[in-house]
């Protein structure tokens, strides 16, 4: 009884092995008619076992790759597709994938045939051979066995493995901020005293080593380094180590001292015996500085001092140091004075190196920490061992103002030798001896308790002061008050004085007003009477120049008798003696006043 389910596939095995079978007979039909298929993906490398016909029937010696149809694995390869009179009895046909290069690797090669390489080579030299794909241009081109100084880019390729073995090596990365340090195998041999090859241009950045060697580059570490970015350079023929770039901070100036390059001139002049100087690119200390940045120098062949430019503080106290750490190996100064005493003192010095005189101090000393040990260490501490032993303690703390001056000025001259600015130098703690300190401090205690008590004393003096014045700011008011009823008081005397003499003030102008005019009526007075008298005497005149004296005479007495109402003729008077016409004229007048009604005596 058969299983179901082995009832059901027992068809299904049968097709697929009559598909094998029939597969297996069409291939061997295939190969014994002489036809070879190569995938779309895959090359054939062919492996002739014999060659009955012609002159390159074996391999030369040595050789192991075919070039002329010789028995053995042929240099010519199989494209995809069909090929035909490769019998197998002659023909052995390996297909073989095409050599794919990932992203991100470079395919290094090794030929296993071709000449020898020439003596004290590593590298077998570059043949034009379309990325060794073309084995025969490569063995006819005179390509060497062995490792090859050219590399495979990523991509897909044709690759004759029976002559070329591909090994997969990552692509070199250089990173942001950081150089390449390369060193060659390949090349000429350094000459005596070099430690790193000159830069050599036309290769692409080590990536076309065959350009490299031709163009005379040499073997070893390389002057000329990576800046950022990818390459595809040959693991055989350099190593490429990282290194940081070298940065130059603000405030500072990088002084380059160059291993490598030619011989310079110096450039300092007979004035500076302290060392040389040379110019940008050759051997020596450039005279010219590196302003602040990054720079892609070579550390093995180039040294970058930087030099502060800023202000720079230097601390002669223990466990006392800047950030620079150049002060790192100071300590405070012990002196002696002249009355024997030892005591320690710590300093400050600030210093200033200007950015054209910073090659100068490191051909001089080599760098900024030699600088300190050599010169200012010396200078400084040595100013004021000499500056204590010339002065008691006493003297020196009293007088520090003017020793820190007098430190300040001296050093400022010292280091004018050495291209380095003095800007200030400043006398920090000064620690004296412990017994002169009791002494001082006895003083000073001694000096305190007699300001306290002085203090004390005026404290009692002020206090009863205050007594006073808390007393007196109790009867305040009262004096306010009398005060206040005294000056109200002068205000009223002053008001009724003020007020008298505005009274008498008033009268007296009254009286001079009534005075002023009467003067004035009998001014006025006078001089009517003046001129009345004037005018009638200038009447009298008029009519006495009118008649004869003795008449106007007898008329101003007859009007004045008839004035006074006496008669003095007779109503009627007839003759006389002086019968004149005057005299009757005049009788008449008299009459008619005496009547009360006498005419006005005509005009003159």
Known sequence: MIDPLLAQAIPWLLATLGAALALAFYRTWLKLVGIVIIPEDSLGIVNTKFRVFGSHRTLPDGAIVALNGEAGWQAETLAPGLHFWLWPWQHHVARVKFTTVPEGKIGVVEARDGKPLAPGRVLARAVACDAFQNAAAFLRGGGE???????????????????????FWPIVEIDRDTIGIVTSREGKTLPTGEIAGREIAGHNAFQDGQAFVDAGGFKGLQEQVLLPGSYFLNPLFVEVKGAPMTAVPIAHAGVVIAYVGEAGTDVTGASFRHGNM????????????????????????HKVECVPTQNVVLNWATGKTESHNLDKNLSTITVRSADGFTFNLDVSQIIHIPRNDAPRVIARFGSVANLVTQVLEP???????????????????????????????AIAKALTEYNVGAVDTLIGDITPPADLMKTLTDRKLAQQSKVTYETQRLAEETRKELEQAKALATTQAHVVDAERRVTVAEYDAQSSVKKAEGEARSKQIVAEADAMVLRTVGEAEATKVRAVGSAEADVVKQKIASMESGNYAGIEIARALSGAGVPLVPQLVAGGQDGSLVNLLLATYLRDRGNGHAPEPPAA
Do not use: C
């Open 278 to 301: 040379v110019e940008r690119g050759k051997k020596g200390v450039w005279a010219e500085p590196l302003d602040p940045g990054m720079y892609a120098i070579n550390p093995h062949t």
């Open 379 to 409: 200078t400084i501490g040595n100013y004021f061992r000499n500056a204590a032993q010339s002065s008691d303690v006493i003297d020196f703390l009293t007088g520090r103002e003017v020793r820190q001056q007098s430190a300040r000025d």
């Open 145 to 167: 066995r062995g490792p090859q100084i050219g590399v495979v880019p990523p991509g897909t390729y044709r690759i004759n493995t029976a002559l070329f073995a591909v090994s």
